[in-house]
């Protein structure tokens, strides 16, 4: 079975702060994605990545960074947090052009 | 016009009934469809893919109608469950650096009643 794994569960940051939120999956897949999931808006791509140390702009890539420097990593940065960047993150990774897989999620409050 | 659209329900079926979403899409050169499921503060995962000569699992029947642009989700005797979100999903384009853009329908909310 696939496994994707976030680092936390839940996070509660206050604004201003750097937050980071690492992914980590263990079937040597190539594409990375992060999500952000909000009531009414559905799943919206922030970055995503098709190979170690490469990353693409998703729909809404601002405020946000990235880093990829090993196959099994993908992090998602938030170099100064804010009270709109408060919603549940979602890690995805997929073989080539196969099904995502997700990991559970991290639900982020930024106070 | 979304490129990806559903109804968010909340649709809420008896025990046993048989229930059908629909999720239209706008671009025609949409390549892949799937759908999947999420349960409440949970991540998605996987129902099943759809295929143009449609497929069955079990009580799930999914169907590619390309002429008019939309997949269908059918479940049949229902159960308490299946309550949950489904999600479409559509891989509309093949991106530059040979990535397929994959874009989630915001879903549609099942609740299965006793």
């Known amino acids: 079975d696939v496994k994707v794994t976030q680092s936390s569960r839940y996070l509660v940051k206050r604004t201003g702060e750097k937050v980071f939120l690492e992914c980590v999956q263990d079937m040597d897949h190539e594409n990375m994605f992060w999500y952000r999931q909000d009531p009414g808006l559905g799943l919206r791509l922030i970055y995503f990545?098709?190979?170690?140390?490469?990353?693409e702009k998703g729909d809404i890539p601002e405020g946000y960074s990235v880093s990829r420097e090993k196959k099994e990593r993908f992090s998602l940065i938030l170099e100064s947090a804010s009270t709109n960047q408060t919603s549940m993150y979602l890690c995805a990774s997929r073989y080539r052009e196969e099904t995502q897989y997700f990991g559970p999620g991290t639900r982020l409050l930024v106070l | 016009r979304k490129e990806v659209e559903q109804d968010p329900g909340p649709f809420n079926v008896p025990e046993g009934a048989t229930v059908a979403f629909n999720c239209t899409y706008s671009n025609s050169a949409s390549q892949s469809f799937f759908w999947y499921r999420q349960d409440c503060r949970k991540e998605p995962k996987l129902l099943m893919s759809v295929y143009s000569s449609g497929n069955e699992d079990g009580r799930f029947t999914a169907q590619l109608n390309r002429a008019s642009q939309y997949i269908s989700l059918l479940i049949r005797d229902s159960k308490l469950s299946d309550s949950a979100t489904y999600l479409c999903?559509?891989?509309?384009?093949?991106?530059?650096?040979?990535?397929?853009?994959?874009?989630f329908g915001t879903g549609t909310k099942l609740q299965v009643i006793p």
């Open positions: 999903v559509v891989t509309p384009e093949t991106h530059s650096g040979g990535y397929q853009k994959v874009t």
């Open positions: 990545s098709y190979d170690v140390k490469m990353k």
